[in-house]
């Protein structure tokens, strides 16, 4: 196992690596520049100004000089500064981190909290009206899409309430921030929890239909016992695999939520660095998402060993 | 008899008193407005658009400025603000401004004369502090040089009379900055001797100001603060006012079509729809061929039947002009009867016909179309246009292709003259021929996106900039706009029209009707409790 982790860890570190090599190359094929984009806002690009400019922010150097002043910068804990607001990286990026991760988690909830009993209760209700029922909810909640729906809530919630659910100012208290974040998690939820409903039903027919679940059953154990105690214990591991990405996707993937929502997260944030093309917030925010990512995949498969007594790493 | 006539006399006096107090300014409150996104920076003289002007012009005075209470700007509309009074000199080339005492920067540091001298010499790239950019250089063309007379008078010495600089000076875009303070503080943070403070911007996120406690208006301004919410998402946003979260809109930011849909939903809301100053455009590239031939461009210009696009985009309501924006609402543009004599703006049939007998004087037909890309911003009200351009074109056999260029790489591309045919907006920060002209058609400017360049323009230019009767200026404007038109320097295709809404709340705003960069002061406007 200890062999497992050092080389998982090996791994992950040459993927950071070479997603480092892809996002640096990626941003700098984008056609244009930030130069050119500050430039844009004041109507009209002067080439002696823009190179002036250029060279300022470091843009005139060699890609690989450029290359490796990040990561030698990155090594040192050196964001850099944002090219827009001419503030560091950093504080740009860390206020915004929590934002997503509170949204995420509490989307995440929602969606384990609805689609793994609805999953389960789909497939052991297989074929009756409540199974019909459920499985056009889910298949609503996968088909869609999230702006319009999102959208939907708000106008719904101005018809009738004559209030509007989106970010304003930052949430005074616990409470404030939970009720803040709980509708544009219920409306990213409602997709995971359909994907993960699907899942855990698929996979609890599957497993259901095992000599073992019919030899549970012919020895008398209850129903609760065999859906719960026997089938979701063993029909739960793609759900897992399906929840760890969900929970990495939902970093950096809430970009329609938090836009239509007016979250300041990190999602939307990264998606206006891109356009602005402010390489050290995308540069940083996306090799953080992709450790996130990596991370969350290691402990996924360090927890099928917890759940699977079959499973072991050597 | 005496009681009564009191008691009258009263109950008189109280009729008057109720709607008088009702009406009288109250002080405080905090005015939330909403933003479209984030500023490129808080530095008004390094850019030119109201993402800017609009949050950042409550920081700063002027040195003269229009008069926030008068929706249309104009050289009779310029109140005094740093300067107390101003006057030419016999030869009309010296403007000296006698200036505010007492008048402190944010940071508590006087200002003085200096300090216009300073703002000036760094806009003519005379000092060591320098900007990343400079919009506005065309503007002080007959600039010569600003100098501080004393610490309360300050000259602009001109090359040649210019009665409309005042008229300049009275922009939104024409803060004066304090000499101490660097033009990157200034993106950042900056520091005005205006009626609120800079507290702080969060990309995507808000801006705030607050009262200044110490400006040197009395009385002024009547909010405690203004907090500005950015909101990316145009749905949200308008949502957000229709549910009152809101006082006020961005400037234009709700379209003809959207108004009917926030007056529906929000009855009691004020609206000003108004025409913005910025005008749909076409830039054709006359150095690369076809368009190097002047029949070509000139068929394409005259082709265009202006009331179609103004029907489809805006329900009629945009305005069809030359180069300057056209009366009520302008102070410049050629009236109708003038207008319809200009190139282009006469019958639509006959001018297709005219274009068809140009194209196949130039060598093309319905056997021999021309194909061409149309190139434009990736912005719905850049595209949209575009596509009914394109429809058009066919008539006068072109075949265009629509090119989306990347909102943010548009500047870079026409820099590039990496196009045929652009479609493009143009926004005008100050209803004067001085401004229009010179930034958009004047041989070298920056913003003369086509390279056009005709020496025999430019001396017209100048004369009309000179000329003290504002009258025969005007008719010598309207001369020039047509022959502009005529020479597709930059065919114009209507003036946008957009409404700027407010809660009923909002006392004290006056939205103004030829420019949408020049009324954003703030200190008059207050909240009814």
Redesign the interface.
Known sequence: MVAYIVRRTLLMAVTLIGMSIIIFALLRLV??NIA????????????A?KA??EE?LGLSDSIPVQYWNWIVGLAQGDLGF?Y????PAID?IAPRIPITAKLAALALFFSVLFGLPLGVISAVKQNTWLDYFLRVVSLSGLSLPSFWLA?LI??A??TWF???P?Y??PPDNLWDELLLYSIPAAAVGFRSSALIMRLTRSSMLEVMRQDYIRTAKAKGASDRSVNYGHALANAVLPVVTIIGIEAAFLIGGLIVTE????I?GVA??LV?AI???DYPIVQNLVMFIGVIVVLTNFLVDLLYVSLDPRIKYE | MQVKTLLAGAAIAAAFAIPLQAYAEQAGGTMRVYHRGTPPSGSIHEEATSSTVMPYMSVFNNLVMYDQAVAKNSLDSIVPDLATDWSWDESKTKLTFKLRSGVKWHDGKPFTAKDVQCTWDMLQGKTKARMRKNPRKSWYWNLDKVTADSDTQATFHMKQPQPALLALLASGYSPVYPCHVSPKKMRTNPIGTGPFKFVALKQNESIKFVKNEDYWKEGRPYLDAIDWTIIKSRSTRILAFVADEFDLTFTADVSVPLLKDVKEQAPNAVCHKVTTNVSTNLIVNRDAPPFDNEQVRKAMAIAMDRSAFIKILSNGENQLGGAMLPPPSGGWGMPAEVLAKAPGYGEPDEDVAKAQAMMKAAGYGPDNRLAVKVSTRNIAIYRDPAVILLDQLKAIYIDAELEVIESSNWHATVARKDYQVGLNLTGVGVDDPDVVFFENYACGSQRNYTGYCSQEMMELFKKQSSMTDQDARRKLVWEIDSRLQGDVARPMIDHRVGATCAQPRVQGLTVMVNSSYNGWRFEDIWLKK
Do not use: K, Y
């Open positions: 056609p244009g050119d984009i500050l430039f844009d806002s004041a109507g009209f690009v002067d080439p100004e002036a400019l300022e944002s827009v607001s001419e503030l740009e959208l708000l106008m919630f101005v004559g209030t509007i989106i304003t100012d836009t239509v929502f007016n300041p939307r944030f206006e356009q602005w093309r």
